[in-house]
């Protein structure tokens, strides 16, 4: 699933390089409101998980969501 | 006095009555008098809603796939067999998402269209076999959306569908009035439904805190949309055609 995740993140927020694990992505150039509806959506769409904002708050780096889609899958 | 608003006498058809704003629909009209025919995917939901209706043995319940159009065609004509002209169409049932433009994949899109536009016009030209010709005519109501009038992050998909429905109305309105056959839309803002409580914007107090902001009159119940359809349905509403009532809590007045 990682390796997938990765490289899917790396296209839905349209980043030149691959994500890695340890990346902040809120440190991202290109983040905003708008990749974090397309990060909900596409969990929400790909692996039938809505992340809560309160609980998305909570996450620094992309380990962080990969983290959170498996233990609630 | 006679009371404009009932629905007397009328048998009225309902989409999407096994939830939301499809099962408050199907409750409010039988109180207003109808005898209702429910359509929706789940039997068991469905009862529910049944349930919650008086007399439930006046009214007829189909479990079934809209999209699914030869079994709709039959059951329409089984339920006409039993209960008479029908005098009212209520298209209730929908799905809706929040995607950006990115994931709008076509299949998504096919999906989505399908759901929303292409079921409902092909049960109004079902209907449209089996509408009453009385003076009274017949009515048909589209639920659409604010969403099909303006804009939000994300709702492109959800907008498209649902402005088709309030365009679509307009030309169909115009082709049906010589049969005396009343074509309106609804467009609800949000309402607190299990397809709104589902969706990305209820999942934590903040986004939900925002949307409320959004409605000055505060999130709408399913009555206030099924009231809206009562009126559209009755003979109150005998020279309404073509339009689209906006039952928002105040959301497009901005």
Known sequence: ?73 | MENPFSLDGKTILVTGASSGIGRQTAISCSRAGARVVLLGRDETRLQQTLAAINSPDLHLVYAVDLLDYDVVGKMLKEAVSQVGSLHGLVNAAGISTTLPLKLLSPEKMDHFFRTNVHSAIQLTKLFIKHAAQNNDGASVIFLSSVMGMVGEMGKTIYSLTKGALIAGARSLALELATRNVRVNTISPGVVVTPMSQSAVYSQDEESLNRVKSLHPLGLGKPEDVANACIFLLSDAARWVTGTNLVVDGGYTAR
């Open chain 1, 1 to 73: 699933m990682e390796t997938n995740f990765l490289e899917q993140l790396t296209e839905l927020l349209e980043m030149e390089t691959t994500v890695k694990p340890a990346d902040k992505f809120r440190e991202y150039e290109n983040w905003d409101s708008l990749a974090y509806l397309s990060l909900i959506s596409f969990v929400d769409e790909e692996y039938g998980i809505v992340i809560p904002r309160d609980e998305f708050g909570k996450m620094n780096t992309v380990q962080d969501i990969i983290d959170y889609i498996k233990n609630n899958s």
